[in-house]
């Protein structure tokens, strides 16, 4: 398709819906594109926000998992504990 057919779309913007919509736009070849921002520069900074969170959920499902660990552990003791005094008051019956 030639560029005079093509729709023309300006996006004023380049932060992350500005940067998200000319991706989505750009898949599409009747639209002619043009990305206007302040800066010369863009820092698709969701990509990095991303990995914080990513980073941060492990952190959290890992802390989750050993305090599930411990608390096994602690009930596992337990439970020896209260098997060892039935053990002993069936003894002494």
């Known amino acids: 398709m030639s560029i005079e ?6 996006i004023i913007g380049g932060g992350y819906a500005g940067v998200s919509l000319m991706h989505k736009l750009k898949t599409n070849n009747n639209c002619q594109i043009t990305l206007i921002d302040k800066s010369q520069k863009h820092l698709y900074i969701n990509i990095y926000q991303d990995i914080i969170i990513k980073m941060t959920s492990l952190l959290i499902m890992k ?7 411990l608390s096994l552990f602690v009930m596992k003791f337990v439970i020896s504990i209260i098997n060892k005094i039935m053990c002993l008051q069936d003894k002494t019956i």
Do not use: D, G, H
């Open 63 to 69: 802390n989750i998992v050993k305090k599930m660990e």
């Open 5 to 10: 057919n093509k729709k023309r779309v300006i």
